[in-house]
C-alpha cells in the first residue's frame, strides 16, 4: 500500500471552547459536537461523577454547566496553567488532575467526535497554541497529546494558524502586513504578520493571559444583575464574595449574561428571564426577569476593549509600523463578534477589518490547512505486508503554487526479490499525463510531476512493472495501483514547534 496520507485534521485547542477542522480537498471544515447539539465547538471545560464508586468524566456543555453548580468537581481554562505542576482537585472522585491530563480529557472528545462521524480513528494531529507559550507550556501540550493517544503531533502557533487560514484563499493583492486580533474567551493575542507571495512571518505578537470575554461576562453579572437582584429581592448578601451560598443563581446568571452578550451582537436590547430563580419572603421560587441593552454592554465593554487596542499598538510599535502601514485588520475569537468592538477598531486603526472566515473556528481551520501539507509517519510494524509484495514511501508538498510538484520515492521490494529490471510510473487519472516508466535501478529516487488542474484536486495512480511488462501488486495486493490525491493551492512557510 502506497502510504502517502497527509494529516488533515487541526485543532484549536483554546482556553474556554475548542474546535476541530479537517482539510478536504481545498476546503476546511469544521466536525461538529453531536452530544453539545452539534456546536462547531466544544466548551474546554472537564467535570468528574462518581456514582457509588463508577467514575464518569464529562466534557464539554454539561461540564461547563457544572462550574459553579459544583466548583470542586468541574474545572475550565486549565490552559492557563499549563506547565505547572499544581493539580486541580475534584472532591467526589477524590483524584488529582494536572493541567495537561484535563487538556488530554478535551482532545479525546474531539477525537470521539471525528470517530463517532467520519468514522476515521486518528492517530496523528495539529494542535495550535499562544505565540508567547514558552517552553514548559509547549512540553505540557505535548504531554496532552500523547496522554490522548496521538502518536504523532505538530504544535503550530495559533495567528500563524489564523492567518494561513485566510492566505489560503488569498491573492498577491493581500500582500503586505496584516494584524491578527485574537480576544478569545479566556485570553487575548495580537500578532503582526508579513507576508509577501506565498510566505508569511509573524513579525511581533503581544498576550494577556488574563484578558478574555469571561471578564466581560462576570461584569455583566457584578454590575448590572446583581444590583437588579438586590433591589427586586431585597438580598443583602447576593454577591460573588458569598458564592457558596448562592451557587446556583450565579451560575445561572454566569450563562445568561454570556447569551446576553453575544445576542446583543444583533439586538439592541435582550430580555434575561430565569425561571425558578430565587426564593420569595413566601419561599416560593420566582423567576428574574431583565432587560439588558447594547448600552449598559457597551459601557462594560469600553475598558476591556482600550486594553485590547493598548497591546495592538504595543505590537505596531515592536514591529517598527504604524496603522497605516497595516493591508487588513484579521478578526478572531467569539468575542469580535460584538458590534462596538468592531467598531472600536476601525475607529482606532482606520483599517479594513476581515471576518469572512467564522471568528470561533478560525484557527482549528488553518491548523487543518498545514495539517494537510505534512505527511504522516508510519512504522514498519503498522503496515501489514503480504508476501510478494511491494511496498512504496513517497515525500512531496501536497499544496504548491507551481504546476510541477516534486516528488521523492522509496520502493521496498518483497523478501527475495530486487528492483533489477522494474519500472515505476505516476499518472494523472484525470488527465492521462504520465511520468513515462522510471527505471528502479535503486530503491530511492526523484520525480517532478505536472498537476494540470489548478485549484483542483490532481489524482495520481502509480505502477509498478517488471522488465516483462507484469503488473507488480503493492501493499495491499487490491487494488494493484493505488490513487492518491494531491491538492494544488498554495504552499506556506511552517511554524511547527
Given at each position: 500500500?502506497?502510504?502517502?496520507?497527509?494529516?488533515?485534521?487541526?485543532?484549536?485547542?483554546?482556553?474556554?471552547?475548542?474546535?476541530?477542522?479537517?482539510?478536504?480537498?481545498?476546503?476546511?471544515?469544521?466536525?461538529?459536537?453531536?452530544?453539545?447539539?452539534?456546536?462547531?465547538?466544544?466548551?474546554?471545560?472537564?467535570?468528574?461523577?462518581?456514582?457509588?464508586?463508577?467514575?464518569?468524566?464529562?466534557?464539554?456543555?454539561?461540564?461547563?454547566?457544572?462550574?459553579?453548580?459544583?466548583?470542586?468537581?468541574?474545572?475550565?481554562?486549565?490552559?492557563?496553567?499549563?506547565?505547572?505542576?499544581?493539580?486541580?482537585?475534584?472532591?467526589?472522585?477524590?483524584?488529582?488532575?494536572?493541567?495537561?491530563?484535563?487538556?488530554?480529557?478535551?482532545?479525546?472528545?474531539?477525537?470521539?467526535?471525528?470517530?463517532?462521524i467520519k468514522g476515521e480513528n486518528l492517530s496523528s494531529i495539529v494542535i495550535t497554541v499562544p505565540?508567547?507559550?514558552?517552553?514548559?507550556?509547549?512540553?505540557?501540550?505535548?504531554?496532552?497529546?500523547?496522554?490522548?493517544?496521538?502518536?504523532?503531533?505538530?504544535?503550530?502557533?495559533?495567528?500563524?494558524?489564523?492567518?494561513?487560514?485566510?492566505?489560503?484563499?488569498?491573492?498577491?493583492?493581500?500582500?503586505?502586513?496584516?494584524?491578527?486580533?485574537?480576544?478569545?474567551?479566556?485570553?487575548?493575542?495580537?500578532?503582526?504578520?508579513?507576508?509577501?507571495?506565498?510566505?508569511?512571518?509573524?513579525?511581533?505578537?503581544?498576550?494577556?493571559?488574563?484578558?478574555?470575554?469571561?471578564?466581560?461576562?462576570?461584569?455583566?453579572?457584578?454590575?448590572?444583575?446583581?444590583?437588579?437582584?438586590?433591589?427586586?429581592?431585597?438580598?443583602?448578601?447576593?454577591?460573588?464574595?458569598?458564592?457558596?451560598?448562592?451557587?446556583?443563581?450565579?451560575?445561572?446568571?454566569?450563562?445568561?449574561?454570556?447569551?446576553?452578550?453575544?445576542?446583543?451582537?444583533?439586538?439592541?436590547?435582550?430580555?434575561?428571564?430565569?425561571?425558578?430563580?430565587?426564593?420569595?419572603?413566601?419561599?416560593?421560587?420566582?423567576?428574574?426577569?431583565?432587560?439588558?441593552?447594547?448600552?449598559?454592554?457597551?459601557?462594560?465593554?469600553?475598558?476591556?476593549?482600550?486594553?485590547?487596542?493598548?497591546?495592538?499598538?504595543?505590537?505596531?510599535?515592536?514591529?517598527?509600523?504604524?496603522?497605516?502601514?497595516?493591508?487588513?485588520?484579521?478578526?478572531?475569537?467569539?468575542?469580535?463578534?460584538?458590534?462596538?468592538?468592531?467598531?472600536?477598531?476601525?475607529?482606532?486603526?482606520?483599517?479594513?477589518?476581515?471576518?469572512?472566515?467564522?471568528?470561533?473556528?478560525?484557527?482549528?481551520?488553518?491548523?487543518?490547512?498545514?495539517?494537510?501539507?505534512?505527511?504522516?509517519?508510519?512504522?514498519?510494524?503498522?503496515?501489514?505486508?503480504?508476501?510478494?509484495?511491494?511496498?512504496?514511501?513517497?515525500?512531496?508538498?501536497?499544496?504548491?503554487?507551481?504546476?510541477?510538484?516534486?516528488?521523492?520515492?522509496?520502493?521496498?521490494?518483497?523478501?527475495?526479490?530486487?528492483?533489477?529490471?522494474?519500472?515505476?510510473?505516476?499518472?494523472?487519472?484525470?488527465?492521462?499525463?504520465?511520468?513515462?516508466?522510471?527505471?528502479?535501478?535503486?530503491?530511492?529516487?526523484?520525480?517532478?510531476?505536472?498537476?494540470?488542474?489548478?485549484?483542483?484536486?490532481?489524482?495520481?495512480?502509480?505502477?509498478?512493472?517488471?522488465?516483462?511488462?507484469?503488473?507488480?501488486?503493492?501493499?495491499?495486493?487490491?487494488?494493484?495501483?493505488?490513487?492518491?490525491?494531491?491538492?494544488?493551492?498554495?504552499?506556506?512557510?511552517?511554524?511547527?514547534?
Amino acid at each position: 500500500m502506497v502510504r502517502t496520507n497527509t494529516i488533515d485534521y487541526g485543532i484549536d485547542l483554546g482556553t474556554s471552547t475548542s474546535s476541530i477542522a479537517k482539510l478536504e480537498g481545498n476546503y476546511t471544515s469544521v466536525v461538529p459536537n453531536l452530544k453539545d447539539n452539534s456546536m462547531n465547538y466544544t466548551p474546554s471545560a472537564v467535570y468528574i461523577q462518581n456514582k457509588k464508586g463508577k467514575e464518569t468524566i464529562n466534557v464539554g456543555l454539561k461540564a461547563k454547566n457544572m462550574l459553579l453548580i459544583k466548583p470542586n468537581d468541574a474545572y475550565s481554562e486549565f490552559k492557563l496553567t499549563m506547565g505547572e505542576k499544581k493539580p486541580y482537585h475534584f472532591k467526589q472522585a477524590d483524584k488529582d488532575m494536572l493541567p495537561e491530563e484535563l487538556s488530554a480529557e478535551v482532545l479525546k472528545s474531539l477525537k470521539g467526535d471525528v470517530s463517532n462521524i467520519k468514522g476515521e480513528n486518528l492517530s496523528s494531529i495539529v494542535i495550535t497554541v499562544p505565540a508567547d507559550f514558552n517552553q514548559n507550556k509547549i512540553q505540557a501540550t505535548k504531554r496532552a497529546a500523547d496522554l490522548a493517544g496521538f502518536k504523532e503531533f505538530h504544535l503550530l502557533k495559533e495567528p500563524y494558524a489564523a492567518a494561513l487560514a485566510y492566505a489560503y484563499e488569498s491573492t498577491e493583492e493581500d500582500d503586505g502586513f496584516w494584524m491578527i486580533y485574537d480576544l478569545g474567551g479566556g485570553t487575548f493575542d495580537v500578532a503582526i504578520v508579513k507576508k509577501i507571495d506565498d510566505e508569511f512571518d509573524i513579525i511581533a505578537n503581544v498576550g494577556d493571559e488574563s484578558l478574555g470575554g469571561k471578564l466581560i461576562d462576570w461584569d455583566i453579572v457584578d454590575k448590572i444583575f446583581v444590583p437588579a437582584v438586590v433591589e427586586e429581592f431585597s438580598v443583602t448578601d447576593f454577591s460573588r464574595k458569598n458564592i457558596d451560598k448562592y451557587n446556583r443563581e450565579f451560575a445561572m446568571l454566569k450563562s445568561h449574561a454570556e447569551e446576553a452578550k453575544v445576542n446583543l451582537s444583533n439586538e439592541r436590547e435582550y430580555n434575561v428571564l430565569i425561571d425558578r430563580f430565587m426564593e420569595d419572603e413566601d419561599g416560593d421560587l420566582v423567576e428574574f426577569d431583565y432587560d439588558i441593552t447594547r448600552m449598559q454592554l457597551e459601557k462594560i465593554m469600553e475598558p476591556y476593549i482600550r486594553t485590547t487596542i493598548n497591546s495592538c499598538n504595543d505590537a505596531l510599535n515592536k514591529a517598527g509600523l504604524a496603522p497605516n502601514d497595516i493591508k487588513k485588520l484579521i478578526l478572531v475569537g467569539g468575542s469580535t463578534l460584538s458590534p462596538v468592538i468592531r467598531e472600536s477598531l476601525e475607529k482606532e486603526f482606520h483599517v479594513p477589518l476581515d471576518f469572512s472566515i467564522d471568528p470561533i473556528t478560525v484557527v482549528a481551520r488553518g491548523a487543518a490547512i498545514a495539517a494537510g501539507n505534512i505527511q504522516k509517519s508510519y512504522d514498519d510494524e503498522e503496515i501489514e505486508i503480504q508476501s510478494g509484495e511491494y511496498f512504496i514511501q513517497l515525500e512531496y508538498e501536497t499544496m504548491g503554487s507551481d504546476d510541477e510538484f516534486f516528488v521523492i520515492y522509496n520502493v521496498k521490494p518483497p523478501e527475495g526479490k530486487t528492483l533489477d529490471g522494474c519500472y515505476i510510473e505516476f499518472r494523472n487519472t484525470k488527465s492521462g499525463y504520465s511520468s513515462g516508466k522510471i527505471p528502479l535501478n535503486e530503491s530511492n529516487g526523484e520525480v517532478d510531476l505536472l498537476a494540470e488542474f489548478e485549484n483542483e484536486d490532481n489524482y495520481f495512480a502509480i505502477e509498478l512493472t517488471n522488465s516483462d511488462g507484469e503488473i507488480l501488486k503493492i501493499a495491499p495486493s487490491s487494488p494493484e495501483t493505488y490513487e492518491k490525491v494531491v491538492p494544488l493551492t498554495r504552499t506556506f512557510q511552517s511554524t511547527l514547534l
